[in-house]
């Protein structure tokens, strides 16, 4: 199994007790603003840190990197998988929020991953299929529930015919038996994916129905879907970060709402006198 190679913030920071004081300031003065390195030559970054270019080499070397050039393809490398101190441009990081910082940097890579690779005309047309649905069913089991769940709570400010799957204490086939080719269906798969997703995904085919959907990184493209939407959900500890499809989740249920027109912002307003004269709201 390959090992993977530490971050360039790690190999500094366990390198600081064997350096000699100008190896260290010029560690210090890196850490201080990681993600810069790859944008400067040597001579630049010795400039700037005030050491010579004989300094930069060793301390380069000192780091196992074969060359400068290898030490900036390694910080460019750690940039794309989200490092969040690699991100910082000029800043003192306090190295005790570390941690959170690269969670949190990874959730941005996350997000201009499913940024770049989501088509907004995709979007508006999964959007209006499902205001022109018969029904809007949505689906999703173990942690991709929460996300239909919240899909289904947004969309239902505009949309009166709506049902999230499964139901609390009912099976699969009383609801599955009644989506037609009429119908729109949001489908979660997100990694653990239950053991009958498969099954699911089989029969809305059958259906007829129009199917987005919305998957981690790791599924493969599905051909008998009308969508499929990937997100990605790398992160540095052990749990799948989600962030990018709650932001996609979200994005769909304001499209939604945007599109709905004169019928939809009807619907929102006799809602919100519903909750005045009930008084169910702060």
């Not at 493969?220 to 962030?243: D, K, Y």
Request: with cysteine; proline share 3%.
């Amino acid at each position: 199994m390959t090992t993977k190679k530490p971050s360039f913030v790690t190999l500094i920071r366990s390198a600081l007790p064997t350096l000699h004081p100008t190896e260290r300031r010029l560690a210090e003065f890196i850490l201080d603003f990681p993600g810069e390195l790859a944008s400067y030559n040597a001579s630049e970054l010795a400039g700037l840190a005030k050491v010579s270019n004989a300094t930069v080499t060793r301390f380069i070397k000192k780091l196992g990197y074969r060359s400068y050039e290898e030490a900036r393809q390694h910080v460019r490398a750690n940039r794309e998988e989200g490092a969040a101190l690699l991100l910082v441009e000029g800043k003192q990081v306090d190295s005790e929020n570390s941690r959170f910082l690269q969670h949190v940097g990874q959730a941005i890579a996350n997000l201009q991953q499913v940024g770049a690779s989501v088509c907004q005309r995709e979007v508006d047309e999964v959007a209006q299929a499902m205001l022109a649905a018969r029904r809007v069913w949505i689906i999703g089991f173990r942690s991709s529930h929460a996300f239909a769940e919240y899909l289904n709570w947004q969309i239902l400010q505009v949309l009166e015919h709506t049902a999230l799957l499964p139901k609390a204490a009912e099976t699969l086939a009383e609801s599955l038996v009644s989506i037609t080719a009429e119908d729109c269906v949001v489908l979660y798969g997100m990694k653990r994916r239950a053991a009958q997703l498969s099954g699911v995904a089989e029969q809305l085919v059958r259906s007829g129905a129009r199917v987005l959907y919305i998957t981690d990184e790791s599924a493969s493209r599905e051909p008998h879907f009308t969508w499929h939407f990937r997100c990605r959900t790398a992160a540095p500890g052990p749990l799948f970060n989600h962030v990018s499809v709650l932001a996609l989740s979200h994005y769909l249920a304001t499209r939604v709402l945007e599109l709905s027109g004169a019928a939809g912002r009807q619907r929102m307003s006799e809602i919100e006198a519903i909750h005045e004269a009930l008084d169910e709201l702060q």
